[in-house]
T-cell receptor, first 114, second 115 residues
Framework: DAGVTQTPRHEVAEKGQTIILKCEPV?????LFWYRQTKIQGLELLSY????????DGGAFKDRFKAEMLNSSFSTLKIQPTEPKDSAVYLC????????????FGEGTRLSVL | GDSVTQTEGQVTVSESKSLIINCTYS????????LFWYVRYPGEGLQLLLK?????QKGSSRGFEATYNKEATSFHLQKASVQESDSAVYYC????????????FGQGTKLSIKP
């Protein structure tokens, strides 16, 4: 089975730009998660979808971060406008049933905002 | 709130020696969270090493073990004899609301193996 695929692997943006990160979950997985990893804060949950419905959108990240899942095989994370403090690794993960199965993680997108 | 603490940011162990990486947790929103160890090998993505969902049980994988100790609120990772291939960053995590994807992670412990 293919794993979780994230594109691009690296992204460089100027402050104020809009960037869109993409994620393809494992086929047949119903739960999808977006995480952010920074040196200071570590790994933090940004958003959580179940069967394409947004279940959680990570309070502190609401204003400039928007995750969407238009179909069961594709999700995007939009950051608008970007700020230097958004520089981080963004991880996507999916599982067939989050209540009984630990998620598989993608390799992440490293975002640098100048 | 819920949290996970890994006290060591970096650990160096000689090859074939034993290892323990400490993890303690606080779970105020849920009595018995599920507990996990994830690992990131150099150049690879984050992957599940082991998990334990029942207090008092032990999980094991690839020679690593961790026991869910609810009295001590600990979930330390141990290995009897490390190899160079174990060099990686190890993350302890707990899940809330019985959803294993909604994870709270510790800060991670980087393990380096001395040949």
């Amino acid at each position: 089975d293919a794993g979780v695929t994230q594109t691009p692997r690296h992204e460089v943006a100027e402050k104020g730009q809009t960037i869109i990160l993409k994620c393809e979950p494992v086929s047949g997985h119903n739960d999808l998660f977006w995480y952010r990893q920074t040196k200071i804060q570590g790994l933090e949950l940004l958003s959580y979808f179940r069967s394409k419905s947004l279940m959680e959108d990570g309070g502190a990240f609401k204003d400039r971060f928007k995750a969407e899942m238009l179909n069961s095989s594709f999700s995007t994370l939009k950051i608008q406008p970007t700020e230097p403090k958004d520089s981080a690794v963004y991880l996507c993960a999916s599982s067939r049933d989050g209540n009984n199965q630990a998620p598989l993680f993608g390799e992440g997108t490293r975002l640098s905002v100048l | 709130g819920d949290s996970v603490t890994q006290t060591e940011g970096q650990v160096t162990v000689s090859e074939s020696k034993s290892l323990i990486i400490n993890c303690t947790y606080s779970a105020t929103s849920i009595g018995y969270p599920n507990l996990f160890w994830y690992v990131r090998y150099p150049g690879e993505g984050l992957q599940l090493l082991l998990k334990v969902i029942t207090a008092g049980q032990k999980g094991s994988s690839r020679g690593f073990e961790a026991t869910y100790n609810k009295e001590a609120t600990s979930f330390h990772l141990q290995k009897a004899s490390v190899q160079e291939s174990d060099s990686a960053v190890y993350y302890c995590a707990l899940s809330v609301n019985y959803n294993q994807g909604k994870l709270i992670f510790g800060q991670g412990t980087k393990l380096s193996i001395k040949p």
